[in-house]
């Protein structure tokens, strides 16, 4: 990407073959950082802050292993952050646009060259993500945020109001009052670093908070943007506790708003604070978020099985269901269930789990012993109630690792509750309907879960398409046809979902960075009028 005018080429996503060049850095980045553990500090008005307090971390997939260590703050650094943010703040939109957009493109570069193998090294080992997720993730979809967005911020600057002869109109697209909050989640390498970098180029500046068991790629990130050119202050990562952060940036006058992923609950949580704080604030904050999902396939009985079947494995089951976007409830009509079955009980069983390292590994293991303990609670569930019949896996060991096998339930309930609640983890269950109650089960899918973020539809019958399309209009932001409903691509599949999954502000197109400005509408008239009488007021 050469200029702000050309249109972005989604990064290319790199195979690593055998004996590749990718792999051969990659396979090495990964025992370097395997054989040494990092201090990693907060970054606070361009320095690095280091604490008494270090937290451990290690890999998900081999909780002996240290990685290193991260400097944990408290309320100062909290404070500090804050007041990095604001004073950065006015510099850095005094820059203008084009200015902050090559820093980041500048990223964008660093990213897809010398920093690849190492940003997805550290998610590799920090988040337990095999090579492919990684590469689609930590390196192509940063990538690509890092590129589209300047690309998305100039068609907005360019979006101006007529001007009749006699007149300039004009709209000046100003940042936010006060300093943003990014609160990002561990599973996305790509969205923490979209977080903070989108907020920031509309002009605005942050304190990003990372996940606890995001921090180890974070610290790439910080460094990328800093070798970009990224101006001291303008992104300030800290590393505290959640509540300690909150009860500071949500009572701050000048807390201008939030950019968030993360739980249904945390965030509703979060809106009710700033309900009950409104009064405080300089002005209105601006709270954006992608929450949580219970995503849905549904197959119509024209539908292909072994099609059907590969999106529930490749959906449910890559990075162990970790994702907002996992399916994890299917409605496959009993005619397709007998082949459905064997070719998930076929494919599944193929599944290798282990570590990342291994390349071979299409599983590996979920994040830590808080994820494990909460998605191996829903298997024992399900396998003591007689509503739910195990089809495949069921097993789980965190002895050395946290891992939780690919499991697959069938429910004779459609509302029960692995069918209607959010586990976030390699755990499906399926629903078998009557194929001839196509239209009743398409209503079932709309009123079972309060989320709507992503969803499928399998089928050939071009009018069983168009019935989903319209019985399911809310149910997804982001709805897929004979496809998984996984792998939003930016530039492609804008991301984002309503009801309970958050405010649908599609990350990864100009409908998100709109929100990170105020608007300043400018009239400018060349002759200005020298008596107040109107024409009207002739009478002859």
């Known amino acids: 990407m050469k200029n702000l005018n050309e249109i972005p080429i989604n990064e290319p996503v790199l195979e690593y073959k055998s004996k590749s060049k990718e792999k051969v850095e990659l396979k090495k980045k990964i ?46 650094h909290v404070k500090s952050a804050i007041k990095a943010a604001m004073n950065a703040k006015e510099n850095w939109n005094k820059i203008g646009p084009e200015k902050r957009a ?4 500048k990223a964008a570069e660093l990213f897809a060259g010398p920093y690849r193998s190492e940003i997805n090294a550290t998610t590799m080992l920090g988040q337990s993500k095999n090579v492919f997720q990684a ?61 903070c970098s989108s907020v920031a180029l509309m002009g605005n500046t942050v304190v990003w908070k990372a996940s606890s068991t995001q921090i180890y790629s974070a610290n790439v990130i910080m460094k990328v943007f800093k070798e970009a050119g990224l101006p001291d202050g303008v992104i300030n990562l800290i590393h505290t506790d959640g509540k300690t ?9 000048d807390f201008g708003g939030i950019h968030f992923t993360g739980s249904t609950g945390v965030f509703q949580n979060f809106w009710k604070i700033i309900g009950e704080n409104i009064k405080k604030y300089k002005s209105y904050p601006r709270i954006v978020g992608e929450t949580g999902g219970k995503d849905f396939i549904i197959a119509h009985k024209s539908s292909d099985p072994l099609a059907i079947s590969t999106a529930i494995l490749r959906g449910g089951f890559e990075f162990q269901g970790q994702k907002c976007s996992a399916p ?29 390292e291994d390349f071979t590994n299409f599983v590996n293991a979920v994040i830590d012993e808080k994820a494990f303990d909460n998605i191996s609670s829903y298997i ?47 755990v499906v269950t399926i629903y078998i309907y009557d194929k001839d109650k196509y239209e009743e089960t398409l209503n079932l899918v709309n009123e079972t879960s309060p989320y709507a973020l992503t969803g499928a539809i399998f089928a050939k019958d071009k009018n069983a398409i168009e019935l989903a399309k319209t019985k399911l209009e809310h149910s997804a932001g982001n709805f897929y046809i004979n496809d998984k409903p996984t792998g939003a691509v930016v530039g492609q599949q804008p991301f984002g979902g309503g009801r309970a999954s958050g405010t649908n502000d599609k990350a990864g197109s100009y409908l998100n960075l709109i929100r990170w400005v105020s608007p300043r509408t400018i009239k400018e008239l060349f002759e200005s009028p020298k008596n107040y009488r109107y024409p009207f007021m002739d009478e002859k």
């Open 135 to 195: 590469e689609i993730d930590a390196a192509c979809e940063l990538i690509d945020f890092l590129r589209f967005n300047p690309y998305y911020m100039k068609k907005i600057h360019e979006d101006q109001p007529i001007s009749p002869n006699g007149m300039k109109n004009s709209l000046s697209y100003r940042p936010l009052e006060g300093f943003i909050f990014a609160l990002s989640p561990f599973n996305f390498t790509s969205i923490a670093g979209n977080l």
């Open 245 to 253: 952060a909150g009860n500071i940036i949500f009572n701050h006058r």
């Open 380 to 426: 024992d569930f399900a396998k003591n109630d007689n509503e739910h019949e195990l089809v495949i896996g069921g097993n789980y060991d965190k002895s050395n690792g946290y891992f939780i096998e690919p499991t697959i339930f069938l429910s004779t309930n459609p509302k029960s509750k692995l069918m209607c609640e959010e586990i976030f983890g390699p």
């Open 31 to 76: 025992e370097e950082l395997k054989n040494k553990k990092i201090d990693i500090p907060m970054f606070i008005g361009g320095k690095e802050i280091r604490t008494d307090n270090k937290i451990r971390i290690s890999t998900p997939h081999d909780h002996n292993h240290t990685l290193g260590f991260y400097n944990k703050g408290d309320e100062s």
């Open 102 to 105: 090559k820093i980041f493109i």
């Open 328 to 356: 994890s409830r299917i409605y496959l009509p009993n005619n397709l269930w007998n082949e459905i079955k064997k070719n998930l009980i076929k494919d599944v069983s193929s599944l290798k789990m282990g570590t990342p």
